[in-house]
């Protein structure tokens, strides 16, 4: 018998099909929405897949309405740093105009839960510490605008319509599912250990360093790295809060502990035995020094205790998906 009804939307991309696989471990029924322009259809293993996009507002009443959906898991979005620099049109039309479609859709079924999926970039520039949720939002590039606008949707939606909504802000997703069926694949790799790890394999020709000259302790830009396994099980300890009725806020999900992206190479050849050549290039526009998160108000409520984040858990994982995925040219 399947449990309870959760729509994912992104269910077919990197963290959403973690997620959709936790939800189904803990006795839920994923419902996969994505419009798999990055998604892989493959991935959803768990429930049924709908592909669709986020601004079609009738479309995700229909299937929120015929699954019986109890809660929404939200992660369809565009999400490279980068672009949103130089494409902000294309983000607050996907990621805020869309997440209003999908809003629209909830209040019209009665389904009033959502857990979203954030990010620490709505912090911006932040100082050489770890950052509780108490810090100012002030992102500096469009991607994390658009994800703090949703924040400040969402809480309006509490106020005015008795929402409840958790705001997850994750620091930098890595890893990959311990049992090797799925994990992060993308056509256009932007994040630093897939990349590097198919430069490893002969598929990326140019990797680059942007940026030795940082104020931090080696040059290189520092960021905290949480397990994707981790982050789904967070997702699932704040549905089961929603359901009891908790009415959500924002927290921060990361490790609490910074590496730099030297040290991240470091890990890297050591677990594949190899040298990685790589260049150094300018400091990307839109890329803090320093993004490491503090923990504690998650580890409270979410009672969240990562358990695959150390470094050599996610190099690890990460390197025996990219073997599977990516085989060596």
């Not at 006795?27 to 429930?47: I, K, M, Q």
């Not at 520039?125 to 810090?135: P, Q, V, Y």
């Not at 992102?139 to 658009?146: K, Q």
């Not at 396994?229 to 999900?253: F, I, K, M």
């Amino acid at each position: 018998m399947s449990g309870p009804s959760v729509l994912v939307t992104g269910g077919a991309g990197y963290i959403g099909s973690h997620v959709c696989k936790a939800l189904s471990d803990a006795g839920y029924t994923p419902v996969c929405y994505d419009n798999l322009s990055t998604g892989h259809a493959d991935f959803v293993r768990w429930g049924p897949l709908v592909q669709g996009e986020l601004h079609d507002t009738a479309k995700l009443t229909e299937t929120l309405a015929h699954n019986g959906v109890v809660a929404v898991m939200h992660f369809a979005a565009v999400s490279q740093v980068g672009e949103s620099v130089v494409n902000p049109q294309k983000y607050y039309e996907n990621n805020v105009v869309g997440t209003l479609s999908l809003l629209d859709a909830m209040r019209t079924t009665g389904c009033a839960r959502l857990v979203f999926s954030s990010t620490g970039a709505v912090y911006g520039n932040a100082s050489n510490a770890r950052l509780s949720e108490n810090a100012p939002c002030e992102p500096i590039n469009p991607y994390g605008a658009s994800k703090w606008m949703i924040e400040r949707i969402l809480a309006d939606y509490r106020q005015a319509y008795g929402f409840g909504a958790f705001c997850l802000r994750y620091f930098n997703a890595s890893g990959d599912d311990p049992s090797g069926l799925i994990g992060e694949l993308r056509d256009n790799e932007t994040h630093l250990i897939p990349r590097a790890m198919m430069a490893m394999q002969g598929h990326v020709a140019d990797f680059a360093i942007y940026g030795d000259d940082y104020d931090t302790p080696d040059g290189t830009a520092v960021r905290d790295y949480i397990h994707v396994t981790d982050l789904a099980a967070a997702h699932v300890a704040a549905l089961r809060l929603l359901l009891d009725g908790h009415r959500g806020g924002s927290y921060n999900l990361g490790a609490g502990a910074g590496f730099s992206v030297k040290q991240i190479l470091s890990a890297i050849e050591a677990e594949a035995g190899r040298k990685l050549p790589h260049t150094i290039r300018g400091r990307r526009e839109g890329d803090p020094a320093y993004l490491v998160a503090d923990p504690s108000a998650a580890k409270q409520v979410l009672n969240f205790e990562p358990r695959f984040s150390d470094l050599a858990t996610i190099v690890r994982t990460a390197w025996a998906w990219h073997r599977k995925a990516h085989p060596a040219r």
